[in-house]
Nanobody, 130 residues
């Protein structure tokens, strides 16, 4: 299994970026995909998640209304459209895979803890200048 993030870079406050996470070696359309970020000296934090079909999404409060997660199952790729970027969004962004067959019986809620996600990519750096 391989995940490769791309699309990061340096952008000014208020700017936009679209991150991509291309996957290989897994049945992409059966897994939940999540985006997380990690700033220096901080823990990896949840940003957004999307279910296997793309019909359900979840966002952290800090990015809701500014970021959009979506996926293309034919391309086995998940994206993160980031608008109105702020300096606080600066971090290394990672995508991860959550297997819904490991969820508690009857649960249908997208998970936010990085503990439940695996197969992390190498990350892509996003830097927002003020």
């Amino acid at each position: 299994v391989q995940l490769v993030e791309s699309g990061g870079g340096l952008v000014q406050t208020g700017g936009s970026l679209t991150l991509s996470c291309a996957t290989s070696g897994l049945a992409f359309s059966t897994f939940v995909m999540g985006w997380f970020r990690q700033a220096p000296g901080k823990e990896r934090e949840f940003v957004a998640a999307v279910n296997w079909s793309g019909s359900t999404t979840d966002y952290s409060d800090s990015v809701k209304g500014r970021f959009t997660i979506y996926r293309d199952n034919a391309k086995k790729t998940v994206y993160l459209q980031m608008n109105s970027l702020e300096p606080g969004d600066s971090a290394v962004y990672y995508c991860g895979v959550d297997d819904p067959t490991t969820w508690p019986s009857g649960s249908a809620t997208l998970r936010r803890s990085a503990t439940y996600y695996g197969y992390w990519g190498q990350g892509t750096q996003v830097t927002v200048s003020s």
